[in-house]
């Protein structure tokens, strides 16, 4: 995967004028695009989008300040006009062409990526493959913006807003794995920029034979595998610690890639000030 990763920087380096075919390169890599889009924002912390932009706008930065015409330059990069181009270039920059032209910045540059694999994992993760037939995710759904970083607010008010007892009352619902209440994300493209919206479900699983009630809002999951990474410890840095250790260490050396699908997570035991938490994260998987 490291290789991979690194053949898709060198690709984005060739095409930086050009569209970029990351389901080609996939196929050719022998990975799926959903997975190689996946793993770089993992590693990267960024969408791999958001990287090209960077990268854009830090090689067309110096045709600006070389002075050619900015039509030309736009229509180089991908942009129909001028106006589109000034404003992705101000996004990465924090100035218009024109300021960065009569002044020679200001210019953030975006230094392009590489890859490397360090020796880790001297500490096994606790992981499981569990083969699942379809079931449901049911519960109170919210579109919520997608935040790569820290504590999710639109998150924490959509669940603080539920009452006691509808949180018990959710939990008697579950009748399958994952088990107990559920934190589910789901809708996200691979490599979408933060801020777009996704959809958090508070929730259970249960079998397709349960009985729904009509108030609560339901996700159809098809059957397939999934990785289930257990992690305990302060909450929820064990858990995130866990989460980016599935992307350096566990599908790097593992014979499996990701599948679409929502992301789960089951806090199985926690403290009383959930201060500590036995939790496991659910990702959709399939062999590599």
Known sequence: MISAL????????ERLTAELDVEQLAAKLGTTAYH????????????????????????????????????????????GSAEAFGRAFRAVHGAGPGDVRRDGGPLRAQPQLRFRLTVDGRIPMETRIAGRPAFRLIGHAARVPLIYEGVNPYIRKHVSALPVEEHLGLKALGDTEPSGLLAVTAGAEPDAPEGSEITYLHGVAVTLAAAVPGDLDTI?????????????????????????????????????????????????????????????????????
């Open 220 to 288: 159809e999951v098809p059957a397939g595998r999934w990785a289930v990474f257990r992690s305990s410890g302060p909450h929820p840095r064990a858990l995130q610690d866990t989460w980016a250790a599935t992307a350096t260490e566990w599908f790097p050396s593992n014979p499996w890639r990701l599948r679409p699908g929502p992301s789960i997570v089951a806090i199985l035991d926690r403290a009383p000030d959930f201060s500590t938490a036995t939790s496991e994260l659910w990702l959709p998987v399939e062999p590599a």
């Open 36 to 79: 190689l889009r996946r793993m770089f924002s993992s590693l990267a912390g960024m969408p791999l989008s958001e990287y090209v932009r960077r990268r854009r706008m830090t090689v067309a930065a110096a045709d600006v300040v070389r002075g050619e015409e900015l039509l030309a330059i736009a229509v180089r990069y991908g942009y």
């Open 6 to 13: 690194n053949t898709l920087v060198d690709l984005v380096e």
